[in-house]
């Protein structure tokens, strides 16, 4: 059962995941959302949360487990 449960967590993704691309953060598996603010979007997760800040925020992609944050992105704080 071991092969099968890795298998489906490569597949389906069930971790939290952060991606940080050119002006954009990508988030897998988050729980909830704390804040959106054109400043600041906050994304919590089972072991804390997220702090996106900069200029312009805006969420391109909002999903039931998946976020893209899109902007001028100064600095992601993890508490």
Request: aromatic share 8%; charged share 20%.
């Given at each position: ?43 919590k ?5 997220v702090?996106?800040r ?26």
């Amino acid at each position: 059962m071991g092969i099968i449960n890795s298998i489906r967590s490569y597949i389906l993704e069930d971790e939290f995941k952060i991606t940080i691309l050119n002006n954009k953060v990508n988030i897998v598996n988050y729980q909830s959302i704390g804040i959106i603010d054109t400043n600041k979007v906050v994304v919590k997760y089972d072991f804390g949360s997220v702090s996106v800040r900069g200029d312009n925020l805006v969420l391109s992609k909002l999903m039931n487990n998946e976020i893209l944050i899109s902007g001028n992105i100064y600095s992601i704080d993890f508490r």
